[in-house]
């Protein structure tokens, strides 16, 4: 069994280098393995592992591994910090992060390192067509175009307008669909944030036709792409997008029309009775749909990690009791398991509550969630309350609810009162999983940030982030 811990592969290390949109060593660095094509896809133990090596690459600390998520969390209410410590984000905490902070560069060299070896992967397999079986290499183009939908879903999303305010007229990211080797294409301009996500969807659209249905253990069913994998994450993509409709048609195919809801097609995602389950070894329910595994040999690195953010032993930022925070909000009873069980009242670092999702201590090898089914069930049912059925939104908003407290009742909900509903439990049920920032983001709506004391306004610089110094200076395009 090929388990995704595995060192990066032939290809990323063979191909070490990239274009502006990553780190200047990249550019200048000798390769440890100087491969051709026909080495890297001389076997199918090659060819796959260079596709275990994009997962590797994008579950980075500095990405999906750690680093990503915390400051989405950080940057809203929920959270206040304890040590103002520089290095764990507390810039971006208050607001008065800046092009030139290195560990938001890091996400974005990080994340054009991911895609650049997406891109080199597809044309390698592409000019290797007897590398391996048509279906594998069909599954593998899925994977890698997966791969790369999610990291320019998630990078557009940090360093661009939402959709939402213009439907995507303004600036976006440079699209970069070709390998690069050498710094010669370097030079770039920003396609639109329209463009952007028509490309994202077109890879999904893609990696759907060519994915599998599941695969054959549990482990690699929750740690690599297959069918249900894309479609899941074309629920967020459309959601962000406004595309309710778009969210309704995706979700179908994997959410049945009434409760319990659960996916009669390929894998039986469904959500499980013990949330707190969902968050422990072996990490593998029906409800994760995909998670990045960790191992002691590739854990997040120093000060990534999500347990060193958040576990009662450390604590860099605890949840926020007051009035702004959801610790306090009715809808999130004492009596919730996603309380009792995946929060702790006090510490042994800091006498107020934290969650312990990621419970694990040094060397922290918590499985980083990524796509949980409880999500698509709550993705679908905003669309419903914003453009369909508000009777089925509400069943779906119950059937997430009342898995965790199950004697929780909604009063009478019009419109307007079932979609905040809804987004309260996405705070709720998506706690510490690095989703708050996007949540308000993508709707438009003013950040309420705690770290700045004030509500950051769409209108403002800071409401996104600024690109990075390192690809102004690199990339005489960006600008145009």
Not at 276 to 286: G, I
Request: glycine share 6%; net charge neutral; proline share 5%.
């Amino acid at each position: 069994m090929k388990i995704l811990t595995k060192k990066i592969g032939i290809l990323s290390l063979a191909l070490a280098m990239s274009i502006s949109s990553c780190k200047e060593d990249f550019l200048e660095a000798i390769p440890e393995l100087d491969l051709s094509d026909a080495t890297v896809f001389s076997t199918p133990q090659r060819v796959e592992s260079q596709v275990i090596g994009l997962y590797g690459s994008a579950k980075n600390g500095s990405l999906f591994g750690g680093r990503y998520l915390i400051y989405n969390d950080i940057r809203a209410e929920e959270f206040v910090n304890r040590t103002t410590n520089s290095v764990t984000g507390y810039s971006t905490y208050q607001g008065n992060q800046d092009p030139s902070d290195t560990y938001i560069a890091g996400f974005w060299n990080q994340g054009y390192l991911t895609i650049n070896r997406a891109n080199l992967f597809l044309e390698g397999l592409a000019a290797n067509p007897n590398a391996v079986s048509t279906t594998l290499a069909a599954n593998y183009r899925g994977e890698a175009k997966f791969l790369r939908a999610l990291t320019y879903f998630s990078l557009v999303q940090f360093f661009a307008k939402p959709y939402i305010l213009d439907k995507g007229a303004s600036a976006g990211l440079p699209l970069r669909l070709k390998g690069e080797t050498s710094s010669a294409n370097n030079e770039l301009a920003r396609s639109s944030v329209a463009q952007v996500y028509d490309q994202i969807l077109k890879d999904l659209n893609e990696a759907e036709s060519e994915l599998p249905d599941n695969y054959t253990t549990a482990l690699l069913r929750t740690t690599r792409a297959h069918k249900n994998t894309a479609i899941a994450l074309k629920t967020r993509v459309l959601l962000a997008k406004g595309d309710y409709a778009g969210v309704i048609t995706e979700a179908n195919k994997i959410v049945s029309t009434a409760a319990p809801f659960k996916s009669a097609n390929r894998v039986a995602h469904e959500l499980q009775a013990d949330v707190s389950s969902v968050f422990k070894a072996p990490y593998t329910s029906v409800e994760s749909i995909l998670s990045f595994p960790m191992a002691e040999t590739n854990s997040p690195g120093t000060q990534n990690q999500l347990g060193y953010y958040y576990n009662v032993g450390n604590v860099e930022y605890y949840l926020n009791t007051g009035p702004t925070g959801i610790y306090s909000n009715p809808q999130f009873r004492a009596t919730d398991d996603r309380k009792t069980k995946l929060t702790v009242a006090t510490t042994s670092v800091a006498k107020f509550p934290s969650p312990t999702k990621f419970s694990g201590v040094s060397p922290y090898i918590d499985f980083v969630p990524n796509i949980r089914y409880a999500e698509v069930l709550l993705n679908l049912a905003e669309a419903e309350a914003e453009a369909g059925s508000q009777t089925r939104a509400l069943a779906l908003l119950q059937a997430v609810h009342t898995r965790s407290d199950a004697t929780y009742t909604f009063p009478a909900l019009d419109k307007a009162g079932l979609i905040q509903a809804i987004l309260t439990e996405r705070r709720i049920e998506l706690l510490a999983e690095g989703f708050r920032a996007n949540d308000i983001v993508r709707r438009g709506q003013p950040i309420n940030s705690f770290g700045a004391g004030a509500s950051i306004a769409p209108t403002e610089a800071r409401y996104i982030f600024g690109i990075p110094t390192t690809e102004i200076q690199t990339n005489p395009g960006i600008g145009k």
